[in-house]
Nanobody, 115 residues
Framework: QVQLRESGGGSVQAGGSLRLSCAAS????????MGWFRQAPGKEREFVAR????????YYADSVKGRFTISRENAKNMVYLQMNSLKPEDTAVYYC????????WGQGTQVTVSS
């Protein structure tokens, strides 16, 4: 099991930026990847971005490409999501995730973008 704790959510106006952080603890040596998902009110949880824990390969949802950047600090077991040019449709609860034998989830952090 891997425990995940997100931070950095908040409220921002459209066009603004936020940086989310996620700290992993527990069996971090077994992680294959870490990433971010989000869930807007009334919608299903959707993939945002992920990064390979050893190789560092990154993947993004089309909706965030060119605006969001995922990065990691292996020594600190941290993953980050830099979100620029935020839009109201980015409003959601953002969840950190870690790929182990099964996907482990954080509690989530709220991001609200106002127009």
């Amino acid at each position: 099991q891997v425990q995940l704790r997100e931070s950095g959510g908040g409220s921002v106006q459209a066009g603004g930026s936020l940086r989310l952080s996620c700290a992993a603890s527990g069996r971090t040596f077994s992680m294959d990847w870490m990433g971010w998902f989000r869930q807007a009110p009334g919608k299903e949880r959707e993939f945002v971005a992920r990064i390979g824990w050893s190789g560092g390969n990154t993947y993004y949802a089309d909706s965030v490409k060119g605006r969001f950047t995922i990065s990691r600090e292996n020594a600190k077991n941290m993953v980050y999501l830099q979100m620029n040019s935020l839009k109201p449709e980015d409003t959601a609860v953002y969840y950190c995730a870690a790929g182990v034998a099964t996907t482990n989830w954080g509690q989530g952090t709220q991001v609200t973008v106002s127009s």
